[in-house]
């Protein structure tokens, strides 16, 4: 079974400052992994993805995240936040196995003060 | 390529009554997904359909059902509604048979019961 957990409901961050969102997996064989951004009253959108390959993973908007498989984690990084970064963001897990449904956390949303 | 289409985007419906949600998803895509979103209890999914067929299933109750037809476009069911009903409800498209899972989200409908 997999699972995730996003440590904190809420983050907030001044202009300009680096935004650090975190993203704890659970799951029993390598997991493929995703970061989606929701805006007010918007579907989700996907931001970045790992899957093979290269840990450090480049998405839109000059987000990033890295593939820690001994700490299972894929934090969500970015250097310098902007206001219109200010949205819900969901990371998600899939194992690669037969139900082919990825599992979402509570997702964290990010507050940028002027 | 068109994304995921919903409809309606916005519904209004009385305790009691029953709704039907519609999601067109993108071209080629064979499995549709459905999610309800609500702050209280965040992204919950309630279950896929994949060749007009349901393969999986949330927790929900049966009061919650779907259906797809033949060209992939789906619907979903909420009879007796509950003032609890009141929620973000999304649809996800994706090819369906990809093990990295990754999907493609619709804008939402917005159900408030009154």
């Known amino acids: 079974a997999q699972s995730v957990t996003q440590l904190g409901s809420h983050v907030s961050v001044s202009e300009g400052a680096l935004v650090l969102l975190r993203c704890n997996y659970s799951s029993s064989v390598p997991p493929y992994l995703f970061w989606y951004v929701q805006y007010p009253n918007q579907g989700l959108q996907l931001l970045l993805k790992y899957t093979t390959g290269a840990t450090l993973v480049k998405g839109i908007n000059g987000f990033e995240a890295e593939f820690k498989k001994s700490e299972t984690s894929f934090h969500l990084t970015k250097p310098s936040a902007h206001m219109s970064d200010a949205a819900e963001y969901f990371c998600?897990?899939?194992?690669?196995?037969?139900?082919?449904?990825?599992?979402f956390g509570r997702g964290t949303s990010l507050i940028v003060h002027p | 390529k068109a994304g995921v289409t919903q409809t309606p985007r916005y519904l209004i419906k009385t305790r009691g009554q029953q709704v039907t949600l519609s999601c067109s998803p993108i071209s080629g895509h064979r499995s549709v997904s459905w999610y309800q979103q609500t702050p209280g209890q965040g992204l919950q999914f309630l279950f896929e359909?994949?060749?007009?067929?349901?393969?999986n299933k949330g927790n929900f109750p049966g009061r919650f059902s779907g259906r797809q037809f033949s060209n992939s476009r789906s619907e979903m069911n909420v009879s007796t509604l509950e003032l609890g009903d009141s929620a973000l409800y999304l649809c996800?498209?994706?090819?369906?048979?990809?093990?990295?899972?990754?999907?493609?989200f619709g804008p939402g409908t917005r159900l408030t019961v009154t």
């Open positions: 998600a897990v899939s194992d690669g196995g037969g139900s082919y449904i990825p599992t």
């Open positions: 996800a498209s994706s090819y369906g048979q990809d093990p990295i899972g990754e999907q493609y």
């Open positions: 359909y994949f060749s007009e067929t349901q393969r």
